[in-house]
């Protein structure tokens, strides 16, 4: 399921943010969305998807894509610009972000529906501390973490439906990074330096791996924040920034 919030004053159609939350594969809600990107002429949706007890990835990305799809299939009745659609997440939610990112129309994670004939490309991805390569976790947690992601009932784990290091296979095909290609979209990656639950340095894993490619990718570490932080300003304008760069309509000569 999914909600859509568009600004009171709509004139044609406005690029579109989706948010996708986080909760470990396992919990969470749509109801909460950035509504302050209302005030700055996006349309901002909020989606759903299947808990990994619900089902074993790759539901969770197939119910992403069908989203992204919808909102296409739709984007005429919602005002929505088919074109600048931005995807935003949190912790397990930065891992679909980053996934729709770097997946494009891989078709093995698509999932089917009446939609198909529609693209679940996305035009901009930011990433708040998702994870990437499961099976490093454990191996670059920081000092004083308690998760441990190697074990047959960690969110991970859940999530591919066996333990992460017995399935590298599975691991690999929920990897953002697996994907990553010169056809990715511009990404900003913005990660704590003191996050216990995950590690600092899978968010630097998508970022050396889009870099190499040559991708437009931003990474930037809040120094002092955990696995989260409260409202930065510093954060909203670089968030605010990056959007606009990419998903609004610029002047060809004032770029």
Known sequence: MLDIYRPK?????????????????????????PRQMLDH????????YRFSHEAVFPAQIEDCKTAIRW??????EYHIDPDKIGVWGASAGGHLAALLGTS??????????ENSEYSSRVQAVCDFFGPTDFLQMDKHAPPGARLIHDAPDSPESLLIGG??????????LAN???YVSKDSPPFLILHGDRDLFVPVHQSRL???ALKKLGTDA????????????????????????????????????MR
């Open 41 to 48: 002429g996006y349309v901002v949706a909020g989606i759903t």
């Open 9 to 33: 004053n709509l004139a044609g159609l406005l690029p579109m943010i989706v948010w996708i939350h986080g909760g470990t594969w396992t919990e969470g809600t749509k109801e909460w969305v």
């Open 71 to 76: 909102l296409r299939a739709h984007a005429t």
């Open 206 to 208: 998508l970022y050396e």
């Open 218 to 253: 931003t990474f930037h570490i809040v120094e002092g924040a955990g696995h989260g932080w409260n409202k930065l300003t510093e954060v909203d304008n670089i968030v605010l920034k990056f959007f606009d760069e990419h998903l609004k309509v610029h002047d060809p000569i």
């Open 163 to 172: 333990a992460i290091q017995d399935n590298p296979a599975k691991v690999a």
């Open 176 to 178: 953002p990074i697996t």
């Open 104 to 113: 494009g129309d891989i078709k093995k994670l698509e999932g089917t529906d």
